[in-house]
C-alpha cells in the first residue's frame, strides 16, 4: 500500500505536535500520568504474611479440639504412618494398571504363560474370551478394583496446586520455577537473592491467593467447569467442542511438579515448581520425617528412581532448586534421616564423601550401614546386613543402587514391563526434524525394531524387586518402639509416562500394587488399623485417556507374546509441546495447542486403535502430551480416622493468605495435616 505525501506530512506533523506539547507540560512542571496499578491483595485484606501450620489448619476446620503444647506430648500414642506416592499416578493411570492386572490374572487361570504368550487351544479360548472386552467390563468412574490399595476403605480426590510468580512460563507449560526471591530458583541458593519487585507498584510482590488465570491471583486453583468435577469425566472421552465451559486444555496449563507437590505433602506449605520443603521465601521448613524423629520415632523414605530425586528428596532435604546437588546433599548429612534407600545417580545422592564417612572405617560408620549394589552380592542376599541393625539403637540405613553402580548407568529400578520379564522392550527414541532454514517442522520416530533391555539380565539378577525393596524398608522401621514415617514412591511411573509409554508404566503399576500389598500384610500383623494409616496417592497427574477397547488390546498383546506393543514403534520419547513451544508455536494463535501438538506427534491412527489409548487432549495424536497436568489425582487410605473425609472442601493458608478449597476434594496440605494428626495423636 503506498501513501499519500500529504498524508504522510500530516502523520508527522501530528507526531511531532503531540511530542512537543508533552515537552511543553514537563517544563511547566507537570508530571506523566504514572500507571494504573491493580488493586492487590494486602489492599483488600490488611492481614499478616504469617506461616500456617498443620496443627492450626486441623484446629481452625474443627477436626481436634485443641493443639498439644508440645508436638511430641501424645507421639507415644500415635500410629505408624506410611505415604505411598505413585509419581504421576492419575485416576486414568490407576484404570490402566487395574485393568491390565485382571487381564493378566485371567489369562493366567486360562493356562496362558503371560511372560511367554499363550499356545494352542489354549490361545484361541483366550482370544475368543477377550473379543470385543471393554472398559465398561471393568470400571469407568469411581475408586474401581484391581490393585491392593483400591482396596483401602477411604477414597477422595486431592488437588495438586501449585503457584505462578512474577512470570509464566512459554505456553503456560509447567508453573514457573520462581520464588518471592528475585529470579529463578536456579540462580542461587537457598534465600540468597533480593526479594521479587512487582514491575508495576515497585514494591515487594505482594502474594494473592487467588486463582492465576481467572482473579490475576498467583495460585494455579482447580476449576471443576473448566476441568470437570471428576477425573473420569466423560467429555475427556469425547470429540469437543464443548459449549459448556469445559476445555479440554485446561488440564495442560501451568501444571506442577514433584518438588512443589512433594514439599506440600512432607510440611503442609506451598512453594513453587523445583522447591523442596522451603517455603516460597526460600526458608526451610520442618518435613514430617524430621518432626518424627524430633519425637524419636524412625523415618525415611524409599524410592525407585534417585534417592534425592523430587519426590524422596523432598522428605529428606530442603533446597529452593531441585537440581542444586552440593545444597541438596550438605541439606541431606544435617537432616540425617533413619533410613533412605533408591537410586545413587548423578547429584541425586548423597556426596561420596559422606558415602566414605558411612563405610566401614568411616566416621559415621558407627551410626550408617550403606547397602551398595554390587556384581558380587544377588538379590538374595542384598540386604543382609541389615540383620542385627535396630533404630532403635539410633542406627541408620542407606541403600544405593543403579547409576554408577551398574554397567546400564539406569537411574531408575529394572522396567519390569507388561510381562514382568524386565526385558523386550522398545527403547523409544525420536529426532526434531528442521527445514533448510532451520525452522522445527517436526519429528520423526527412530525406535528400532531389535528390543532392548532396560538392565541386563545379570544385573537385574542382583537387585530386589521394588516389594522386596519397601519390605526390608517397612520391617526395619518397625523395629522402633516409638513409632515411625515412611514414604515410599513408585516414581518411574511418572518417567514411563513423560515418554508416553505405556508397556514401562504398566510394569510400573504392577510394583506399586505389589509394594503396597507387602505394607498391608504388615500392617494385618501389627496392630492393624488401630496402630497403622496407610495413605496412597500421586503428586501429580499426566494426561493419559483410554479407549474402550484398551482391555482387548492388552490381551491381544499378551496372548501373542508381544506385550511390548503395548507401546508402539512409532513412539518418539519426544515431548510434542516442548518442540512445539521450540518452533514458536505457543504464539501462534491460529490454531489451538492441540492443533499445535499433532504437528510434532508420531503415532498414527491405527497406533491409536491397536493400543487402546492415547496421551495429551483428543485430537492432539496419540503421543501428544508428555508432561504433567493439573488434574486433580486420587487418594486411597486406611486407619486416617475420619481427617480427610472432615477436610473435604477446606481451604488452607499460603503465607497466612486463605486459599478456596475445591468442593468435594482435599490437597495436598490436608494429607499433611492428617498424617501429622496419626503420627503424633493431635
Not at 81 to 86: A, C, H, K, T
Amino acid at each position: 500500500m503506498k501513501l499519500s505525501v500529504a498524508f504522510t506530512t500530516l502523520v508527522l506533523n501530528l507526531l511531532v505536535s503531540d511530542t512537543l506539547a508533552g515537552v511543553r507540560g514537563l517544563k511547566k512542571g507537570k508530571k506523566p500520568k504514572k500507571k494504573k496499578c491493580p488493586k492487590t491483595y494486602s489492599s483488600k485484606d490488611k492481614g499478616p504474611k504469617a506461616h500456617d501450620n498443620s496443627e492450626r489448619l486441623l484446629l481452625r476446620e474443627g477436626v481436634i479440639s485443641e493443639i498439644p503444647s508440645s508436638l511430641c506430648a501424645n507421639a507415644s500414642e500415635g500410629k505408624n504412618v506410611m505415604l505411598v506416592v505413585g509419581d504421576g499416578m492419575g485416576w486414568e493411570m490407576i484404570r490402566a494398571g487395574a485393568v491390565a492386572k485382571q487381564v493378566l490374572e485371567e489369562l493366567e487361570g486360562m493356562g496362558c504363560d503371560t511372560s511367554q504368550g499363550c499356545d494352542g487351544a489354549t490361545a484361541e479360548a483366550a482370544m475368543a474370551a477377550f473379543a470385543g472386552r471393554t472398559l465398561d467390563d471393568y470400571y469407568t468412574e469411581g475408586k474401581g478394583s484391581g490393585l491392593s490399595f483400591q482396596e483401602l476403605e477411604g477414597y477422595g480426590l486431592v488437588t495438586t496446586s501449585t503457584v505462578v510468580l512474577q512470570e509464566a512460563n512459554s505456553g503456560a507449560h509447567y508453573g514457573p520455577a520462581y520464588s518471592l526471591l528475585e529470579g529463578s530458583v536456579s540462580k542461587h541458593f537457598n534465600g540468597m537473592a533480593p526479594l521479587a519487585m512487582d514491575d508495576c507498584t515497585g514494591e515487594p510482590i505482594d502474594f494473592s491467593p487467588l486463582d492465576y488465570e481467572q482473579e490475576g491471583g498467583n495460585m494455579v486453583l482447580w476449576d471443576d467447569v473448566l476441568g470437570g468435577k471428576y477425573p473420569w469425566d466423560e467429555r475427556y472421552f469425547q470429540e469437543g467442542p464443548f459449549t459448556d465451559g469445559f476445555d479440554p486444555e485446561f488440564i495442560m496449563r501451568h501444571a506442577t511438579d514433584s518438588a512443589s507437590t512433594a514439599g506440600a505433602l512432607a510440611t503442609g506449605h506451598k512453594a513453587a515448581v523445583n522447591m523442596m520443603s522451603v517455603n516460597l521465601y526460600e526458608e526451610d521448613l520442618s518435613t514430617i520425617v524430621e518432626d518424627a524423629m524430633k519425637c524419636g520415632k524412625a523415618a525415611g523414605v524409599v524410592s525407585s528412581v534417585p534417592v534425592l530425586h523430587a519426590t524422596p528428596g523432598s522428605f529428606v532435604v530442603h533446597s529452593n532448586y531441585r537440581k542444586n546437588g552440593e545444597q541438596m546433599q550438605k541439606s541431606f548429612e544435617k537432616v540425617n534421616p533413619t533410613y533412605a534407600a533408591g537410586g545413587c545417580a548423578s547429584r541425586y545422592q548423597p556426596s561420596e564423601e559422606h558415602k566414605d564417612k558411612m563405610r566401614e572405617g568411616g566416621s559415621l560408620s558407627h551410626q550408617w550401614t550403606l547397602i551398595e549394589q554390587s556384581p558380587d552380592v544377588m538379590a538374595a542376599d542384598f540386604y543382609a546386613p541389615l540383620a542385627g541393625l535396630d533404630p532403635n539403637d539410633d542406627q541408620h540405613v542407606m541403600v544405593c543402587y543403579g547409576g554408577g553402580y551398574t554397567a546400564s548407568g539406569q537411574s531408575n529400578a529394572p522396567y519390569r514391563g507388561l510381562d514382568s520379564t524386565y526385558s523386550n522392550r522398545y527403547c523409544s527414541s525420536g529426532d526434531v526434524e528442521t527445514d533448510s532454514d532451520g525452522v522445527i517442522v517436526g519429528v520423526t520416530a527412530t525406535t528400532s525394531e531389535e528390543l532392548c533391555d532396560h538392565y541386563s539380565p545379570e544385573e537385574v539378577e542382583q537387585l530386589p524387586t521394588m516389594a522386596e525393596h519397601v519390605k526390608a524398608a517397612v520391617e526395619y522401621l518397625g523395629k522402633d518402639e516409638d513409632g515411625f514415617f515412611l514414604m515410599y514412591e513408585q516414581g518411574d511411573i511418572d518417567w514411563a509416562a513423560h515418554g508416553d509409554h505405556m508397556d514401562d508404566m504398566l510394569g510400573t503399576m504392577l510394583d506399586i500394587s505389589d509394594s503396597v500389598q507387602v505394607m498391608m500384610d504388615w500392617i494385618a500383623e501389627n496392630g492393624g488399623w488401630e496402630k497403622n494409616a496407610l495413605y496412597v496417592s500421586a503428586d501429580h497427574d499426566h494426561y493419559l485417556t483410554l479407549k474402550d477397547n484398551f482391555p482387548e488390546a492388552v490381551a491381544k498383546f499378551v496372548i501373542a507374546g508381544e506385550s511390548h506393543k503395548i507401546t508402539p514403534q512409532n513412539n518418539s520419547n519426544v515431548n510434542p509441546w516442548s518442540v512445539g513451544i521450540a518452533a514458536g508455536r505457543h504464539e501462534d494463535d491460529s490454531k489451538s495447542v492441540t492443533e499445535h501438538i499433532s504437528d510434532f506427534t508420531t503415532w498414527t491412527e491405527e497406533d491409536i486403535e491397536n493400543v487402546g489409548h492415547f496421551w495429551g487432549s483428543m485430537g492432539s495424536g496419540g503421543n501428544g502430551w508428555g508432561s504433567h497436568s493439573t488434574r486433580p489425582v486420587p487418594v486411597s487410605y486406611q486407619g486416617d480416622d475420619g481427617c480427610l473425609e472432615a477436610l473435604e472442601g477446606a481451604g488452607y493458608n499460603v503465607l497466612g493468605r486463605p486459599v478456596a478449597g475445591s468442593e468435594g476434594k482435599v490437597d495436598q496440605v490436608h494429607i499433611h495435616a492428617c498424617m501429622m494428626k496419626a503420627l503424633f495423636n493431635l
